[in-house]
């Protein structure tokens, strides 16, 4: 069932428009519906910091196959708590997956639609955002051409994430901070997102 709604979701969300329709509230609602929520259970919070690690955090920018194990076998058992966050967290990356497949720029308007409820989400669950979600939301801003909205996200994120080269990047490349652009040349040169960035 979750497959289907996810599919359905990536279907309608290129067409979807700047305010909520129904077809996303009724997405939302279905999600959270089939959920079974329970603010003791870190599974999906941990995930997201996996992907996070893995995709944004490591020189590669690749996640791996034992990351990709956890979530299959995830959506395998159906005990599984707090599915709609990542299913949340899923169609939010589908959605940029699909329009740069089909070389065109993501709908800024829904993508700040769908961080919001996700973080949203994860508040009332968790309590605390994961650093992923906060970037998220920091390229979601700067889509949609929010610039001091963006660069004041990553000054209070890099508070909490002091270490987060992707964090880094962007307080660089909305700054242009020497102090920022020489940590990152120096300490993480190697780094997928300093060198597509040519930082250097």
């Given at each position: 069932m979750k497959k289907i709604v996810i599919i359905f979701f990536i279907i309608i969300s290129s067409n979807l428009i700047a305010q909520k329709t129904e077809a996303y509230n009724s997405f939302i609602k279905?999600?959270?519906?089939?959920?079974?929520?329970?603010?003791?259970?870190?599974?999906v919070y941990n995930l997201l910091n996996n992907f996070y690690d893995e995709m944004l955090q490591s020189d590669a920018?690749?996640?791996k196959p034992e990351t990709l194990k956890?979530?299959?076998?995830?959506?395998?058992?159906?005990?599984?708590?707090?599915?709609q966050i990542l299913d949340m967290f899923i169609a939010y990356q589908n959605n940029i997956s699909d329009a740069v497949a089909n070389g065109s720029i993501p709908d800024s308007?829904?993508?700040?639609?769908?961080?919001?409820d996700?973080?949203?989400?994860?508040?009332?669950?968790?309590s605390d955002i994961p650093v992923i979600v906060l970037i998220y939301n920091i390229e979601a801003l700067s889509l949609d051409n929010q610039s001091k909205e963006s660069a004041n996200l990553i000054e209070s994120s890099l508070k909490s994430f002091p270490n987060s080269i992707p964090l880094k990047v962007y307080k660089y490349l909305s700054s242009k901070d020497e102090k920022i652009k020489n940590d990152l040349v120096k300490n993480h040169s190697e780094h997928w997102m300093v060198q597509q960035f040519g930082i250097k």
């Open positions: 279905e999600l959270k519906k089939d959920s079974k929520i329970d603010k003791n259970d870190k599974t920018g690749g996640i956890k979530i299959t076998d995830f959506y395998a058992n159906k005990d599984s708590k707090n599915k308007k829904f993508q700040l639609e769908l961080i919001n996700l973080q949203e989400e994860i508040k009332n669950t968790y």
